[in-house]
T-cell receptor
C-alpha cells in the first residue's frame, strides 16, 4: 500500500561530519513533507518542511532535498553534533484532516 | 518546548479497563490530533479534533474516542484496554484555516502500559 518509508534504520556518523538521512514515498500526489526529530522520552520535534513545488529548502544546519521523479527526499545535517543524536522521521501530510503519515524512523548516533 | 502539554506522563492499566488521556494545545492553536506510537515505530494517526468535532480518523476501532473542549484542549479515551494498546500516546496541536492545516507541534506524550 501507499507509505512513507526510510532506507536505513540506523546511521552512525562522526561528530563534525555531515549526516544524510533518506526517505522514500510512494504516493505521487503527495504535496507536503516534514522532518521530525525525536529524542528519547520526548515527543517529535519539528525540524523542517518542504512542499512539492520545491526541490530544496534550507534551515539552520539542515537542508531537505525533494526528488519527485524518484519519490525520494533526504535530510542533510551539517557538522553533526552530539545533540543531533535522535530518531529522525519523515512524514507526509495527507487525508481530509491533513494528518501526518510517518515512516518508521532512522536512529542517528553521533560518535565522538 | 512546543507549549503542548499532556497528562499523565505515565500510566499503568490492566486489560479491560478504561483510560483517559489529556492534552492542552499550544496557545492560539485550534486543532488537536492524536497519535499512537508503538515501541520502535513511527506515530500512527488516531483522530483529529477541530471545533469540538472529530475532523478525521485513522484505522482505529470505536473504543478509541475523544473530545475537544471550548478552550481547544482535548481528551483521548480508550475503552476495554488490550495489551496491544501499550504505547506512547502523542497529541499534536496546530491551526486549521479553511482546508489548510499548519505545522503540527507535539507534546511529550503519555506512556501507557497495559498489563
Amino acid at each position: 500500500g501507499e507509505s512513507v518509508g526510510l532506507h536505513l534504520p540506523t546511521l552512525s556518523v562522526q561528530e563534525g561530519d555531515n549526516s544524510i538521512i533518506n526517505c522514500a514515498y510512494s504516493n505521487s500526489a503527495s504535496d507536503y513533507f516534514i522532518w521530525y526529530k525525536q529524542e528519547s522520552g520526548k515527543g517529535p520535534q519539528f525540524i523542517i518542511d518542504i512542499r512539492s513545488n520545491m526541490d530544496k529548502r534550507q534551515g539552520q544546519r539542515v537542508t531537505v532535498l525533494l526528488n519527485k521523479t524518484v519519490k525520494h527526499l533526504s535530510l542533510q545535517i551539517a557538522a553533526t553534533q552530539p545533540g543531533d543524536s535522535a530518531v529522525y522521521f519523515c512524514a507526509e501530510k495527507r487525508g481530509s484532516a491533513r494528518q501526518l503519515t510517518f515512516g518508521s524512523g532512522t536512529q542517528l548516533t553521533v560518535l565522538p | 518546548e512546543t507549549g503542548v502539554t499532556q497528562s499523565p506522563t505515565h500510566l499503568i492499566k490492566t486489560r479491560g479497563q478504561q483510560v483517559t488521556l489529556r492534552c492542552s494545545s499550544q496557545s492560539g492553536h485550534n486543532t488537536v490530533s492524536w497519535y499512537q506510537q508503538a515501541l520502535g515505530q513511527g506515530p500512527q494517526f488516531i483522530f483529529q479534533y477541530y471545533r469540538e468535532e472529530e475532523n478525521g480518523r485513522g484505522n482505529f476501532p470505536p473504543r478509541f474516542s475523544g473530545l475537544q473542549f471550548p478552550n481547544y484542549s482535548s481528551e483521548l479515551n480508550v475503552n476495554a484496554l488490550e495489551l496491544d494498546d501499550s504505547a506512547l500516546y502523542l497529541c499534536a496541536s496546530s491551526t486549521k484555516t479553511g482546508t489548510s492545516t499548519d505545522t503540527q507541534y507535539f507534546g511529550p506524550g503519555t506512556r501507557l502500559t497495559v498489563l
